[in-house]
């Protein structure tokens, strides 16, 4: 089988995923100047095209590659970026590797766990989705503080794998908010190089995912009160 | 469901494939020193995991979650490890990278394609499987000579996407012969830090590949012969 030739426009973006996912390796592996900036930008960049390819695959249907290949560059974007990322920007000693590879393994777990229940619900993801555990973690490597970036690293792992159902977010005037939200701090990591800038790039960014993160509590009480 | 539970023993060697492929992506990141060395280490205890998980696959049952990890390992541990490694051992400028990227694609879609036609066949894999491509770029490291590394990138990335049919090794002997090369090189790799001995331990394993690189030739000659 010819594998160029089964490529369908959503696997373009889920491509374009994997690629931006390795650019925020590449840019996590250097040493300072705005690199750690340049990381998280990119992996702005693999969440945006990780949106795009769903909603493409909707409209215009999925291709036989679709569901694997997604695995495989939300895996390298979200997984494994971020964490890595983390252990860059914050020189973390050999000690703590362990819990970025717990992270790591929890995203891969997630994945794979998905491509097996996802035909049961359409309605809801089981567990954190990896896009919004690897935006959160990356976030908050840019607010400075080692300590915080390490327990969120445990705590998004356990929710990844958790099996608490997380709306899909698949309304359009949603999707914009998110993407607005994304290409801001995006330009504000690009062209403001002053630290209070991204520290609040990176508070809004870390406040939009801690939103969705808490919507399933939000989401039980409305049906609670209805 | 709890994915926790749903772990079979070949699983866990799939997890240690991920643990190993990361951990090669840790040092590979370190500059200088023998960290090229201890990535190109973690690279084969990669592959001696991928190895042992299919052959503890075969004989106790897959698991549900098998197919999925399999591939999300084999992504990190030669997808993007060994190009990773390339770049960070020979400092390749950003103009080089997109060679890197395009084999990291064509290990992704490998990967994909395997997934979905790997039922048709049993005997041969299509294309040249992701490991052998990664063990033969991160060999080609420690020789020190960018250019083939760059060479052997494009080379090894249109291998992996052709529909060329490759030799399942299943073979006992043979898998005991790889292990042993492995072992030994990875041994050398640890414990003998002069140039001569990492030049020859890098010379056996690319040459062990290579054998396997053009073993589809032969293998139509000698049918041809019978």
Tied chains: 1, 2.
């Excluded at 099996?163 to 701090?185: A, H, N, Q």
């Amino acid at each position: 089988m010819n594998v160029f030739r089964v490529i369908r426009p959503p696997d373009i973006f889920t491509l374009l995923n994997l690629v931006f996912g390795f650019m925020a390796i590449l840019f996590a592996g250097r040493a300072g100047g705005s690199s750690t900036q340049y990381a998280l930008v990119f992996i702005l960049l693999a969440a945006m095209a990780d949106g795009l390819d769903g909603l493409v695959a909707r409209k215009m249907g999925g291709s036989p590659l679709g569901a694997n290949l997604d695995s495989l560059a939300d895996l390298v974007s979200f997984g494994l970026a971020p964490p890595f990322l983390a252990i860059s920007a914050f020189h973390l000693p050999p000690l703590i590797w362990p819990i970025a590879i717990f992270f790591l393994l929890c995203g891969a777990l997630r994945l794979a766990r998905f491509n097996i229940v996802s035909a049961k619900s359409d309605q809801n993801f089981e567990g954190l989705p990896i896009p919004a555990a690897g935006l959160a973690l990356s976030a908050s490597v840019l607010l400075g503080w080692p300590q915080l970036t390490i327990l969120l690293m445990l705590f998004l792992a356990l929710l990844m794998t958790s099996s608490i159902p997380y709306p899909k977010i698949r309304d359009l005037r949603l999707m914009t908010l998110f993407s607005g939200v994304y290409i801001l701090v995006a330009a504000v990591l690009l062209w403001r190089h002053d630290t209070d800038y991204i520290l609040y790039a990176a508070l809004l960014l870390a406040g939009l995912i801690l939103l969705y993160m808490i919507s399933p509590v939000v989401i039980k009480r409305l049906r609670k009160g209805r």
